[in-house]
């Protein structure tokens, strides 16, 4: 029985399985990416002239507004485009405004509206990855492995994420807030790619 596995044991089996260790890096590396924004957009937003707590909580609160709205349609569209598809098409794009936004500390031109629209955009499209991302697993691990799959993918993300917050600080004193937020962008791409590759799932 599952119950009678230990972690190593459950993660050992579900190694074994090819594209859950695609699936299980994706996550890793999209997450330290997402461990490391949060941090480096408040550092980067309160840098900016005129930059206050308001600013960053309509900067980051504008990300909430489409999660709210758009994402009890995210399982509808991955039904109909398919849930690796989805899943790497939104961390494609999610990176390429990801992006934008690292640019645009770099180069000195970032606003609060300029960042609030990214974040808006980038909301939309994690309304829309959420669902597809929670349906992948079923397809790719048998149904008695799914919960052991999903802790794993859980403790992995977390991990990940909180490796991404504890680094933040150092690379935004060493390099500045652009170029984290840009190690974000990256972290996405190559997310996207990842699960980009279980398109024979859909």
Known sequence: MEGSLTTRDQL????KVRDF????SS???SNIGNGMAPVALAFGVLDLPGGDASSLSIVTGV???PLVLFMIIGGAVADRFGRARLVGSCDLIGSLFVSLSAIE?????ATVPLLAFNGFVFGVLNAIWYPAFTGLTPQIVKREHLQSANSI???GGNLAFTIGS????????AVGSGWAIMVDAVSFFIAGLLVFSLRHLD
């Open 12 to 15: 050992r089996e579900l190694w």
């Open 21 to 24: 260790r695609i699936l299980l």
């Open 27 to 29: 996550r890793i590396v």
């Open 63 to 65: 990300h909430m507004v």
């Open 105 to 109: 500390f770099l180069t000195g031109s």
């Open 153 to 155: 993918l859980g403790v």
């Open 166 to 173: 504890a680094i933040a600080g150092m690379v935004v004193a």
